[in-house]
């Protein structure tokens, strides 16, 4: 899993150049198709990364906690948000611009190390995320993504009690319907993986889904 970086560096490092941006539950972060000239750092709150084809249709290609980073991607070749990022609570993030993000990969070893570390790890994540799309039932996959929204195996103590998302939202995130996410829902529940009233509370039980054959 991605490994936070250390709050006090990106809080307290004057070297570093940064603005604080916020953003209220369901507020546009940025759009896709905006320019990309700039990268991003959750300090407090959750971000909902989605992107929409040609057919209107939208995934949830990724959630976004504190500790995170997101639209990095304007450090390659990508002059334009290849998504949509949205605040799924009240959400603080500092706002790198690019030339400054690169400046300090150069200047700062210790931060390089440790971003290019987070990314590698990402992907990793990544790449699991698609095995588990191509290869795992829809049941393990919303298992699998409560426990990671909730940061087991990414936090020493997780969050356990997730922000507010939708079955909607869910179901877009693993590639499923509303009503299969509803289902498995109430199933977890019922057997004591999550509480979920609203809001949603995880239990490291639930990993007897994502382990069970």
Known sequence: MPPSFDPRYMLDNERLERRVAQFATAESIFSQGDIADSVMYVQKGGVRFSVVNDSRREAVVAIFR??????????????HRMGTATAIAPTTVLVIEKSEMLRVLRAEHAFSNQFIGYLLARNIRLEEGLIDQLCSSSEKRLARALLLLAGFGKRKRPD??????TQDSLA????TTRSRVNFFMNKFKKRGFIKYDGKIKVNNTLLEVVLSE
């Open 160 to 165: 356990r009690l997730l922000p507010r998302m």
């Open 172 to 175: 877009k995130m693993i590639g």
């Open 66 to 79: 504190s500790g995170d980073f997101f639209g990095e991607g304007c450090m390659s070749a990508q002059p």
